[in-house]
């Protein structure tokens, strides 16, 4: 069956290191995107990518980076983590304007 | 994002009915969703509405929509205690293939 997936599902890390979420689909989906979740503020878009090689800013990109080498996967990146960057990260992936499809999160702590 | 509005918290007595409302702004919006996230995963599809239609129903669920007042609901009949969880609405408009979601209400079904 086709899925989307997160890892690692649980991350600590320290203020300044880069940190890497990976996500991957087998849906063979167009569009990917980035979110990340906080109390009060719902979900708010970090990165979104409609195919290889093309990456969009959300609204909260700052401090974050996306790459799209391939359809499965878009791999997001924090530069120099930051506390404020303590959250849980939902990659998402979708076929044009459908639904779309979530994987599990990845719960990122920075201390 | 910050343009799509919800209650933060809603509790009800099981087997009662549940309403769970949202704001929007942009009377462009072509979809309208609600998503489901219980606890420790990621988002679901629940229902979805095409902005010419004012009312769904699907099985237990209602959704509502009043285009003039940019106004989403979704009435979940004879909640149960599996029903607790965080229900986020979303819009998608003409442009582009983001979705835009609101902030989410946490949903508490009381035995």
């Known amino acids: 069956d086709a899925e989307i997936t997160q890892s690692p599902r649980h991350k600590i890390t320290e203020t300044g290191r880069q940190v890497t979420l990976a996500c991957h689909q087998t849906?063979?989906?167009?569009?990917m995107f980035w979110y990340r979740q906080d109390l009060g503020h719902g979900l708010r878009l970090i990165h979104y990518?409609?195919?290889?090689?093309?990456?969009n800013k959300g609204e909260v990109s700052d401090g974050y980076s996306v790459s799209r080498s391939n359809t499965e996967d878009l791999p997001l990146t924090l530069e120099s983590a930051a506390s404020s960057q303590t959250s849980v990260y939902f990659c998402?992936?979708?076929?044009?304007?459908?639904?779309?499809?979530f994987g599990p999160g990845t719960r990122l702590t920075v201390l | 994002g910050e343009d799509v509005e919800q209650s933060l918290f809603l509790s009800v007595r099981e087997g009662d009915s549940s309403v769970i409302n949202c704001t929007y702004t942009?009377?462009?919006?072509?979809?309208l969703y609600w998503y489901k996230q219980e606890p420790g995963a990621g988002l679901q599809l629940l229902t979805y509405?095409?902005?010419?239609?004012d009312m769904k129903q699907d099985q237990r669920l209602t959704v509502l929509l009043n285009k003039k007042d940019k106004h989403l609901s979704l009435r979940i009949a004879d909640t149960q205690t599996g029903d607790s969880a965080i229900y986020f609405c979303?819009?998608?408009?003409?442009?582009?293939?983001?979705?835009?979601f609101g902030t989410g209400t946490s949903l508490t079904v009381i035995p």
């Open positions: 849906w063979n989906h167009n569009n």
């Open positions: 509405i095409f902005s010419n239609m």
């Open positions: 990518s409609y195919g290889v090689q093309d990456t």
């Open positions: 998402a992936s979708s076929l044009d304007r459908a639904e779309q499809f």
């Open positions: 979303a819009e998608s408009r003409p442009t582009g293939n983001q979705f835009y």
């Open positions: 942009d009377s462009s919006s072509t979809y």
